[in-house]
Nanobody, 118 residues
Framework: QLQLVESGGGLVQAGGSLRLSCAAS???????MAWWRRAPGKEREFVVT????????YYTDSVKGRFTISRDNAKNTISLQMTSLKAEDTAVYYC????????????WGQGTQVTVSS
């Protein structure tokens, strides 16, 4: 069973940057990976996904141009570089994965808190 552990969250001022990381317990070469987030009082929201090749990505509109996802299949890790952070980015950020047969985000980390102060 794939296990995911996020790290790198914290408190940052608006306009600042943070880098989140997600470490997997096994090889992630066959998995789509993603970041999701849940803001206080809101439902969990998709943020970005990255294909196995590490090239193809898809971002939700609200983070385009500010967030960058990357993956290192050799190290079984993914990262999320967040810049120009806004108060509305405050949320618990979750790493997620889907593997064959790609029928849903089956694997989730425990989440890491990101708080952006305005």
């Amino acid at each position: 069973q794939l296990q995911l552990v996020e790290s790198g969250g914290g408190l940052v001022q608006a306009g600042g940057s943070l880098r989140l990381s997600c470490a997997a317990s096994e090889r992630i070469g066959s998995y789509y990976m993603a970041w999701w987030r849940r803001a206080p009082g809101k439902e969990r929201e998709f943020v970005v996904t990255i294909r196995q090749n590490g090239v193809d990505t898809y971002y939700t509109d609200s983070v385009k141009g500010r967030f960058t996802i990357s993956r290192d299949n050799a190290k079984n890790t993914i990262s999320l570089q967040m810049t120009s952070l806004k108060a509305e980015d405050t949320a618990v950020y979750y790493c997620a994965a889907t593997g064959p047969p790609y029928d849903g985000w089956n694997y989730w980390g425990q989440g890491t808190q990101v708080t952006v102060s305005s």
